[in-house]
Nanobody, 124 residues
Framework: QVQLVESGGGVVQVGGSLRLSCAAS????????MSWFRQAPGKERECVAA????????YHANSVKGRFTISRDNAKSTVYLQMNSLKPEDTAVYYC?????????????????WGQGTQVTVSS
């Protein structure tokens, strides 16, 4: 049974930091591309960061580049998103997703498995 369980969301003030974690089980984590998407109210879900299976290549959306960092620990089957210098526009539900492709994709339909999401709220 595949599971992706996100944690680490919460309420933080502008300029603060949060670290999201996504614990995976039920599939060969170290062969999957892992990504973080987010969806704000009334907006489409967007990919904010992704990492290839062995962490040799990463993607960060322009809106978060320099502030967010994706990383993975294949020994723990966990992917992280370190979020610094948070802004009100970062407020969203953040989802972890897994794609069996070796290549990074930023579209939702490419992904095979999804977590339930964790809320991040940045207050001003």
């Amino acid at each position: 049974q595949v599971q992706l369980v996100e944690s680490g969301g919460g309420v933080v003030q502008v300029g603060g930091s949060l670290r999201l974690s996504c614990a995976a089980s039920g599939f060969s984590f170290n062969t999957y591309t892992m990504s973080w998407f987010r969806q704000a109210p009334g907006k489409e879900r967007e990919c904010v960061a992704a990492t290839r299976a062995y962490g040799d290549s990463t993607y960060h959306a322009n809106s978060v580049k320099g502030r967010f960092t994706i990383s993975r620990d294949n020994a723990k089957s966990t992917v992280y998103l370190q979020m610094n210098s948070l802004k009100p526009e970062d407020t969203a539900v953040y989802y972890c997703a897994a794609d069996q492709s070796r290549f990074i994709a930023t579209t939702q339909r490419a992904y095979d498995y999804w977590g339930q999401g964790t809320q991040v709220t940045v207050s001003s």
